[in-house]
């Protein structure tokens, strides 16, 4: 019989896939260090980011932002300072519209000095556990539209590859690939 793990806050365990929140640590570093006064979390991996919102809860100077499948992992949801919970099955058109019409408001409301994108390609519709229908050419634009809002408010932005777990191989470096080359094309 396996023992029963005793229950203990979040950011003691390591859930999912994760062992260590490297976003969490990265941006309390630049906080302790005087290197960012307001930070923005844009997480779009298809799983929420709570371990994120929940480290940062009670943290005023980190905005923590999750879009995320609804019913996806995890069942119990920690609360981020804006979650957009979605559909199973969802398309580009309104998936990149959610964004399109939050992404300008989260800048102008936070005004961060740095931006941490975690850039999951499990909202492919070729993931295995990702339930939404969200093409390669779809995730490349949403790639697109980070960087180039980060571009645009000259906010310096860490990008960090998520989830991913297409049958194909192929199907996750390339989607991976094509967020490097977004970054390439955006600020090089
Ligand atoms: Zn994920």
Redesign the pocket.
């Known amino acids: 019989m396996w023992p029963v793990a005793p229950i203990m806050p979040l950011p003691t365990m390591a859930r999912?896939y994760c062992c260590f929140n490297d976003q969490a640590v990265a941006a309390n570093f630049l906080l302790n260090k005087g290197l960012a006064q307001r930070i923005l979390v844009l997480d779009l991996?298809?799983?929420q980011g709570n371990g994120t919102a929940h480290i940062f809860q009670q943290d005023p100077r980190v905005f923590t932002f999750s879009m995320h499948g609804a019913r996806n992992y995890p069942i119990r949801k920690e609360v981020s300072d804006l979650d957009i919970g979605l559909p199973d099955g969802m398309e580009d058109r309104p998936y990149l519209d959610l964004l399109r019409e939050h992404l300008p408001r989260l800048f102008d409301i936070h005004e961060p000095d740095f931006v941490f994108f975690q850039s999951?390609v499990?909202i492919l519709g070729t993931d295995r556990?990702g339930r939404l229908k969200i093409t390669r050419s779809g995730c490349k634009t949403r790639d697109h539209m980070v960087f180039s809002a980060c571009r645009a408010h000259g906010v310096p932005v860490v990008a960090s590859m998520?989830?991913g777990y297409s049958h194909r191989l192929a199907d996750i470096v390339e989607a991976h690939a094509n967020t490097f080359r977004v970054a390439q094309e955006v600020f090089f």
Request: charged share 20%.
């Open positions: 999912g991996d298809v799983h999951g499990d556990l998520g989830g």
